[in-house]
Nanobody
Framework: QVQLVESGGGLVQAGGSLRLSCAAS????????MAWYRQAPGKQRELVAG???????TYTDSVKGRFTISRDNAKNMLYLQMNSLRPEDTGVYYC??????WGQGTQVTISA
């Protein structure tokens, strides 16, 4: 069964940090383009960061220099390190394994 399970969300103050994790099963993280998306209340889901099989990373402009996407091939895990968090980073963060493969999401709330 192909499955993505996110964890690591929570409530932190602005300026704080969180690390999101995505545990993958039935899909090899190292062989696929993986990504993190987020959806803020009342807004569309947007791409936050992605990493290709070759290791090339991409970030939306608003998180460049603050967020880092990475993976652990041995553990088949995807991560998103989020630093200098802002209230506008609040939303549900989803792991994506390409196409319609999504996790259930993890809530991130940043207080001012």
């Amino acid at each position: 069964q192909v499955q993505l399970v996110e964890s690591g969300g929570g409530l932190v103050q602005a300026g704080g940090s969180l690390r999101l994790s995505c545990a993958a099963s039935g899909i090899i993280v190292a062989r696929n383009t993986m990504a993190w998306y987020r959806q803020a209340p009342g807004k569309q889901r947007e791409l936050v960061a992605g990493i290709t099989a070759s290791g090339t990373t991409t970030y939306t402009d608003s998180v460049k220099g603050r967020f880092t996407i990475s993976r652990d091939n041995a553990k088949n895990m995807l991560y998103l390190q989020m630093n200098s968090l802002r209230p506008e980073d609040t939303g549900v963060y989803y792991c994506n394994g390409g196409g319609s493969l999504w996790g259930q999401g993890t809530q991130v709330t940043i207080s001012a």
